[in-house]
């Protein structure tokens, strides 16, 4: 008896292990992915975080949403660049991880007086 109740303790831990690494999620359009989800705030005048670690060949989509002002992301070193955003809107975009590096972030959207304090770094580690 002792065993069984064990051997039902491990499987439940082993599932709820697969659950957290394989169970879809659901991004803001209502789409699913196994993606690792980033969520980054756009607001008068900072990025949240700015300061992005990933792993190589992680698969990594981050979830925008601008909570204050228009503003939008470029990426150039990863080839994303959004167009503008306005508060309430989000918008999803996978990165590629495939080449080690730190690559800088900005503002692409003219916003004001903190425009160009808008900035940070997703650094692509081993
Ligand atoms: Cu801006």
């Not at 303790?9 to 789409?31: E, F, R, Y």
């Not at 992005?52 to 470029?74: F, M, P, R, S, W």
């Not at 955003?85 to 503002?107: A, R, S, V, W």
């Not at 692409?108 to 900035?119: Q, R, S, T």
Request: proline share 5%; charged share 20%.
């Amino acid at each position: 008896m002792k065993l069984r109740l064990f051997t039902l303790a491990a499987a439940t831990l082993l599932m709820t292990a697969c659950s957290i690494t394989n169970s879809p999620q659901k991004l803001a359009d209502g789409t699913e992915t196994t993606n690792r989800i980033i969520k980054v705030s756009l607001s008068n005048w900072k990025f949240s975080p700015n300061d992005i670690q990933v792993k190589k060949g992680e698969k990594v989509t981050l979830e925008l949403k601008d909570v204050e002002g228009t503003h939008g992301i470029a990426i150039p070193g990863l080839g994303v660049s959004t167009g503008k955003m306005e508060p309430g809107q989000t918008l999803d975009i996978e990165i590629p991880t495939d080449t080690i590096g730190k690559y800088k972030f900005f503002c692409n959207v003219p916003c004001g007086e903190g425009h160009a304090d808008m900035k940070g770094a997703i650094t692509v580690t081993e």
